[in-house]
């Protein structure tokens, strides 16, 4: 152990920050966010964020908010545990698990926090969990203070999965992944993934952040399309902030694993529930998503067309499992002046470096949306590939 320096001066102490901020600027890793307007500007085409079916900006889930805010306050006033559970908070729980066929659910102010309470509450420190090492980083926060026994395998690789799973050295088990990966788009083979689960004795946790409200029967996501809604040992995390356009998260699955959540995962009893416009406006998102059944598959088809465009410009793209393209840059320095030069031209993307791209190599990241018109499409396309670095 090294042993502590001298004492240093109250301006010193933070001295390493701009070290390190030095280093990461030299590698073209620093990100400012862009703060936008209300709305694009006419002719501007955005393919940042994950508001896949253009709910956020609806007006009957805007609307949703203001009315709830004035009825019910601009805030849940306490914890879930601490007299912040309202009305809206149960039937939004009930309406998710309706809609998802899944017998219970929790709702969280944010994915983030719905993510951490789902992985330490159903694993901890008797617990062997198995993670695909291309997983969020709340899945990896949560692996990480569940104190348990964490193996992180191959990308999308069954045969490590169970490889993992029968070397493991506790008796419970619990194996992580995404249906939708947050990064490239490419998807999970939940079938086979729960079936690998079942031979060993193991839970399946999925995160369909990224497939809920886009892929399944009338957008009820991966898991629903798999089958798995109602499955006894499968769990399934979700954002509302993506394909319902507002903030939160959830938790869904048998009740007794829900009950464990609400029982014991902090992040349900100790941070502030979500907020009453909150959750009306996500109410107000669901029943949007019922009777427009048809939004989910337009954003996939613009998504797909993205690709095939961006492909037949000559540049390498991941194929879309939902409504998610990546374009590999040749650095971060040059990922960045990628998004500068598009932006340039009125089309907005988004660009992910490492550590958040799990494998070291920086891409812009394109998310379709069910709003998007062909003529759209086409013109980021070209320019896109018009402002693509030359390697």
């Known amino acids: 152990m090294n042993a502590p320096g001298p004492a240093l001066p109250p301006d010193e102490v933070f001295d390493w920050l701009d070290a390190d901020a030095a280093t990461r600027t030299e590698a073209g890793l620093t990100h400012r966010p862009r703060p936008r307007g209300s709305a694009p500007a006419p002719g501007e085409i955005d393919l940042t964020g994950d508001d896949y079916l253009g709910l956020a900006r609806d007006k009957r889930v805007a609307g949703a908010t203001a009315a709830a805010s004035l009825k019910w306050g601009a805030g849940a006033a306490g914890t879930r545990l601490l007299g912040g559970s309202l009305e809206l908070h149960a039937e939004l729980e009930h309406e998710l698990a309706r809609f998802l066929g899944a017998p219970a659910a929790a709702v969280f102010p944010s994915a983030y926090t719905a993510n951490l309470a789902a992985v330490t509450a159903l694993s901890g420190a008797e617990s062997a969990i198995v993670s695909d090492k291309y997983v969020n980083p709340a899945l990896v926060d949560g692996c990480r203070l569940a104190r348990g026994d964490v193996a992180a395998v191959a990308h999308l690789d069954p045969d490590a999965v169970a490889h993992a799973l029968s070397t493991r050295r506790k008796s419970r088990a619990l194996v992580v992944s995404e249906s939708v990966f947050a990064v490239d788009g490419d998807a999970a083979e939940l079938g086979g993934l729960v079936d690998t689960c079942r031979s060993h004795g193991a839970a399946l946790l999925v995160d369909d952040a990224h497939g809920f409200g886009v892929l399944g029967d009338g957008g009820r996501g991966a898991v629903h399309d798999a089958g798995l809604s109602s499955a006894p040992d499968v769990v399934t995390t979700l954002t509302l902030a993506g394909a319902l356009g507002v903030q939160g998260g959830a938790v869904l699955g048998p009740r007794r694993a829900i009950r ?22 996500a109410l107000a998102a669901l029943t949007a998503l019922r009777e427009e059944p048809d939004l989910p598959g337009t954003a996939v088809e613009r998504a797909m067309s993205l690709a095939t465009g961006l492909r037949t410009a000559g540049l390498r793209t991941s194929l879309p499992a939902a409504a998610i393209v990546s374009l590999p840059a040749p650095s971060a320095p040059a990922a960045a002046s990628w998004v500068d030069a598009c932006a340039e031209h009125g089309v907005h993307v988004s660009r992910v470096t490492p550590p958040v791209a799990p494998d070291g190599v920086t891409r812009l990241r394109l998310t379709a949306r069910a709003g998007l018109s062909e003529s759209d499409v086409d013109t980021a396309v070209k320019v896109i590939a018009e402002t693509a670095p030359r390697s």
């Open 260 to 281: 464990q959540i609400t029982d014991v995962a902090r992040t349900y009893g100790h941070d502030a529930a979500p907020a009453p416009g909150t959750a009306s406006a």
